[in-house]
């Protein structure tokens, strides 16, 4: 089978394994355990930040984030496609006790004017802006590298207006692969950022948090609290720096893989690319093939490949470190013999 459906199928490579058997390991609930340290250190040096924090997931890491950014009954501004407002199960309602406040947005992108409209003035009907989230790069926009720019332009005006930003930079490597503009650059757009080593970078678990030391040591407190905090937990921070520091560069494999990938199914007529491919995601339309998403998505499998339904007629494809360049292109051969 060649599995595209997410980069997070990925599974751990030899190096990561034996990482895992050699880690030196202590309890990281009493910050003992020297794997966790160096991985948070060098996570933070490559992040620009004072200090970051192991977590084990992109949704625990953005929900600590939240928790600790903002008090009950406030509001959070975010695009109204962001994985924080789509796929976490409103977790930031039901943990935090937050009012989302979504904007639309332009590929990943939101408007810094529309930002700006969106914070609140203090009255005292009015909920306060406690936090905008961004994404970088964007899932629901099929993988995009969401511009530098555009994060300067809306930090500013959340400066003017003293509220934080949050990244969800779930795949900020790729980003950064993608367009050249260093992780710290992004990084430095933000107050905080959450970034993924279990999605392109094909660690087995984990995330990071990064952001100013006392953010951190109260970020610290809310995973305790969520029950994140774990004892031995270097065998999967040492698979985790591995990650970190042999597994970015390689990320313009996958690049390039998913543009050979889209051109293959774009020959194929009433296939059409719903997105331009910037990072790792290809998003087709199958309607004027006379599918839908669901029909397509059979028939793909039936073939041997798996792809995901990201809408009515929309297929999401992911490249990835277990798909190699030959399964990229035996996957085209049969998406044009079948569907062609
Ligand atoms: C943009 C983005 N943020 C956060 C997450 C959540 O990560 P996790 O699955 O590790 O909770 C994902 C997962 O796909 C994601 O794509």
Known sequence: ???LRSD???KPTHAMRQA????QVGDDVYEEDPSVKELEDKAAEMLGKESALFVTSGTQGNQIAILTHCT????????ENAHLFVYEGAAMSAFAGIQSRTLPAKRGALDPEDVRAAIRPEDIHFPETSLI????????????VVPLGNMQDIYDVAREHGVPVHLDGARLFNASVASGVSLKRYADQTDTVQ?????????????IIAGPTAFIQRARKWRKRLGGGLRQVGMVAAPGLVALTEMVDRLKEDHEHADRLAAGIEAVDGL??????????VLINVKEAGHDADSFLTELEEEGIKAVKYGPYTVRFVTHYDVSGEEIDIAVERIQKRFG
């Not at 009950?72 to 695009?79: D, F, L, Q, T």
């Open 1 to 3: 089978m060649i599995d």
């Open 8 to 10: 997070t199928v990925t």
């Open 20 to 23: 895992a058997f050699d880690a």
């Open 72 to 79: 009950p009954g406030s509001e959070v501004i975010m695009g």
């Open 133 to 144: 989230c961004l994404e970088n790069t964007h899932n629901k926009a099929g993988g995009v």
């Open 195 to 207: 970034v993924c080593l279990s999605k392109g970078l094909g660690a087995p678990m984990g995330s």
């Open 272 to 281: 059409v690319l719903e997105e331009k491919v910037e990072t790792n995601m």
